[in-house]
């Protein structure tokens, strides 16, 4: 139930491809560092390329907490520079090490390409078609607190016409509102068996009590589930395919190498 972002989300940049967001921001522009900007098309790539955050967030809820994550690392990578730690002995080294895992990643990944093909990539989209079992989901909000009195008082508040939005901002300890569509086995039970007992439009008349909380549940829509299209589903079929070819690129990659490893007596290991 929890959402968690990573704080230096800048960094993953290296490797992924430009994405063009022009229109979105100011003029495509996201924000603005002492003169350094932040570009949409930065933050648009790393929604596109995770799928286990644009799968489970909207793109403009995943925006504004990126953009503050990525402001935060700008001001301190800033800072660094001001400072001069670059000049020294420890960032060198550390540069050194951290160039080389980048360079092996990158020359992984390229490896890796080569070996997945467009055929690959739609043979396993039609067996996850043909596999693809359907099954009811839900999209809701939720509100958790604290407490079960405070969690009946807002339902009170919902019933006398107050926003459920607006009470999440307010209450909420869990500022991830919209939880988007889930089948009922992705959450923890009771919170589950209570989303799925509602219809469309109601919300909980008590509040739901999990190792998190208290709950509040409003169900804004159910409906079967349908498969991902293909291109939803690709980064994730590439992920499954890389995974499968990866042993065989790091034997072809070490077939060649000449490796003597020893003990800590100095005795060859064989």
Avoid: C
Avoid at 54 to 60: G, L
Avoid at 156 to 183: H, N, V, W
């Amino acid at each position: 139930m929890k959402t968690q972002y990573i704080a230096a989300i800048a960094l993953s940049l290296a490797v992924m491809s430009p994405f063009n967001a022009g229109a979105e921001g100011k003029g495509g522009v996201a924000g603005v560092v002492n003169g350094e900007k932040i570009t949409v098309a930065e933050i648009k790539t790393i929604y596109d390329n995770t799928p286990q955050i644009h799968n489970q967030e909207k793109w403009d809820a995943f925006y504004e907490k990126a953009l503050n994550a990525w402001v935060s690392s700008k001001i301190v990578q800033q800072a660094a520079d001001k400072s001069g730690v670059r000049n020294s002995e420890e960032y060198k080294k550390q540069l050194q090490v951290a160039g080389n895992d980048i360079a092996s990643k990158i020359f992984i990944r390229q490896e890796l390409d080569k070996k997945i093909t467009e055929n690959d990539l739609k043979n396993l989209y039609n067996q996850y078609k043909t596999n693809f079992v359907s099954e009811k989901e839900m999209k809701a909000r939720h509100i958790l607190v604290e407490n079960e009195t405070i969690a009946n008082d807002i339902i009170e508040r919902i019933k006398k016409g107050e926003k459920f939005d607006d009470l999440a901002r307010k209450y909420s300890k869990e500022k991830k509102i919209d939880l988007g569509y889930f089948t009922k086995d992705m959450m923890v039970p009771d919170f589950g068996n209570a989303a799925f007992s509602m219809k469309r439009g109601q919300f909980s008349q008590k509040p739901i009590k999990t190792q998190f909380g208290y709950h509040i549940i409003m169900v804004d829509d159910v409906r079967d589930s349908k498969p991902l299209s293909y291109k939803d589903a690709e980064n994730q079929m590439k992920g499954i395919l890389a995974r499968d070819a990866l042993k065989g690129v790091m034997t072809d990659i070490a077939k060649n190498a000449q490796v003597e490893k020893y003990s800590l007596d100095g005795k060859v290991i064989k």
